[in-house]
């Protein structure tokens, strides 16, 4: 049966049908969207007569079993502390990226966004300790430290050709930084005991992983084997088991095995032969001098690009659009009561206050002095008004001071309190963050 050209050039269904939510996944605010509709549905169900339903659901206990071999969590686990592992192995990826090629690879460059980020992150945590002080929610001191980069970035994406890409650029950088902190701040504040043989094995994986970088392995398979070991003694060392994902990430290998000389020289000559073999009018299953070629530049396009950016390539759309709104459906349930509603309560002021003033007032003064001082100079085509604004999005804490505030809080009603001003306080900041930012704009 012969095809003609327009038949072969149209659209599978299957491409027409998935085309819409394709489109959806490549907009800068699609993130943002989601992780928002998940935080209304998680409310939603917490505040409704399906509550008993939403919280035996992620209290239900999970096993994992191999051979003899058990381990037995509640759902709520699993999500909190492997799938977010996953998500700060990206963050690691990402923090990696940035320090080898990316904003902070140059000092001179790095300087403001560095600044800036400690800023914001000194000045909400003394905010949030100053009210806290000696009171029972004194250790949440770093739930306002963190900013949501995915949420922050989507707010700014919205405002499209009125905020400058410099401006996007300095915000992601800062947003690294803060990840950074927070990652510290976790395995260094928000430890539990430690268990030194654990710990000790956590060294012994990783000895194995760096030894697998330096040896050339460049298949994802080892690694990943390697990073459940690790997860495993890290989870049983008390130190929290998303720092694996850290770890691991830092282990990935960022070299190339061809230059972009060497690869085009043999993409090229790949071409070359899967040319010739058309003219024999064979079918690509029946001519091996074709599937030869095909090969052989796959080969190719795998030894141009480092691991460390094809791992983040694939995980990076699983990990935003899957794993960050399945944390906020599990975690942003807060239950909208006379009770939980007590907005003058030392915890929420200390997490509202920290996320709406400390945030934009430590990021702002800080890149100020910074500026000041002549250690970095504002980015091109950025005035100091559109920094202020950028200091009110970096005040959209969300996912990691959700994150964060399940780990300094064990009892229910401080966790409760601390996510009320979470909600309260990343919503005001982002509004008044893109509100900033369109006058800005408009100037």
């Not at 969590?73 to 940035?98: C, P, Q, S, T």
């Not at 398979?221 to 003694?233: K, R, S, T, V």
Request: with cysteine.
């Amino acid at each position: 049966m012969n095809i003609t050209f327009e038949e072969a050039s149209r659209p599978r269904p299957i491409v027409r049908i998935l085309r819409p939510f394709q489109l959806f996944l490549e907009n800068d605010t699609s993130i943002g969207i989601l992780l928002l509709a998940a935080t209304v549905l998680a409310l939603v169900f917490a505040n409704s007569p399906l509550a008993p339903l939403y919280n035996s659901f992620w209290h239900m206990p999970v096993s994992l079993t191999v051979g003899p071999w058990s381990i037995t969590h509640e759902l709520h686990f699993w999500v909190n502390d492997l799938l977010m592992a996953i998500f700060f192995f990206v963050v690691g990826l990402e923090i990696k990226r940035e320090v080898l090629v990316g904003e902070l690879a140059s000092p001179r460059q790095a300087a403001l966004p560095i600044v800036a980020a400690l800023g914001g992150v000194i000045v909400p945590a003394s905010i949030y300790a100053m009210l806290n002080m000696g009171g029972v929610g004194a250790a949440g001191w770093g739930v306002p430290m963190a900013t949501d980069i995915a949420f922050a970035l989507g707010a700014m994406a919205l405002l499209g050709s009125r905020v400058p890409v410099t401006l996007k650029v300095f915000l992601t950088a800062l947003a690294i930084v803060d990840d950074i902190a927070a990652v510290l701040v976790i395995a260094v504040f928000y430890t539990s005991q430690i268990h030194w043989a654990a710990l000790g094995y956590a060294a012994m994986v990783m000895a194995a992983l760096l030894a697998a970088n330096w040896l050339g392995v460049r298949h994802p398979l080892p690694f990943g084997l390697l990073g459940i070991l690790l997860w495993f003694a890290v989870l049983n060392s008390g130190v929290h088991a998303t720092i694996a994902g850290v770890l691991l990430a830092m282990t990935i290998p960022s070299r190339t095995v061809i230059n972009p000389d060497q690869f085009l020289a043999d993409a090229r000559s790949c071409i070359d032969l899967f040319e010739q073999s058309c003219h024999r009018g064979q079918s690509l299953m029946a001519d091996e001098a074709k599937q030869s070629a095909v090969h052989a530049l796959e080969n190719a396009c795998e030894e141009v690009q480092p691991p460390l950016h094809r791992m983040e390539h694939s995980l990076h759309p699983w990990v935003m659009f899957v794993i960050m709104p399945i944390f906020a459906l599990a975690n942003a349930g807060v239950v909208l009561d006379a009770n939980s509603l007590r907005f003058s309560n030392p915890v929420v002021l200390g997490v509202v206050l920290g996320l709406m003033l400390g945030k934009p007032i430590g990021i702002t003064l800080a890149s100020w002095l910074a500026v000041r001082s002549g250690l970095a100079s504002l980015p091109a085509g950025v005035s100091w008004a559109q920094i202020h604004g950028a200091g009110w999005l970096g005040g959209i804490g969300f996912t990691m001071s959700l994150f964060v505030a399940s780990l300094a809080f064990q009892d229910e009603g401080l966790l409760t309190l601390a996510k009320l001003g979470i909600l309260a306080g990343s919503t005001m900041a982002g509004v008044v963050g893109a509100a900033l930012l369109v006058r800005a704009g408009r100037r």
